[in-house]
């Protein structure tokens, strides 16, 4: 049977341009669908949040290159906290599954497994 689940994630980008955030929102999602052995057509909805120093493309449109096109995207700013990560992206997938809660698979890759040690893989 399967059940909602929300799946968390994060990476860095390399620069603060569309290919920089292009590639790695790609890379961050393809690993997410990889890890949690899901389909675009099994995501219900994402969320993405950039850091304010990431203005140079939306990685939504990123997400809809992978297949994403029927799925509800919206992209946010971070709160602009002293000393956070840079050019993070952050990801909340909601996705339908038969995975329990404990067998999740929250991808964080890069400099980015520092934001969440207690769940990165």
């Known amino acids: ?65 992978l297949g994403f096109s029927e799925v509800p995207l919206i992209c946010s700013v971070e709160i602009d906290v002293p000393g956070a990560l840079e050019r993070t992206i952050r990801v909340m997938a909601h996705v339908e599954t038969s995975l329990s809660k404990s067998e999740i698979s929250h991808i964080y890759l890069g400099a980015a497994k520092s934001l969440r040690r207690d769940i990165a893989q």
């Open 1 to 65: 049977m399967s059940s909602v689940r929300a799946i968390r994630g994060a990476t860095q980008a390399a620069a603060n341009t569309s290919q920089a955030i292009g590639d790695a929102t790609k890379e961050l999602l393809l690993e997410i669908l990889k890890a949690n052995n899901l389909s675009p057509d099994e995501v219900i909805s994402v969320i993405f949040t950039v850091s304010p120093d990431l203005n140079a493309a939306f990685p939504a449109g990123s997400a809809r290159e």
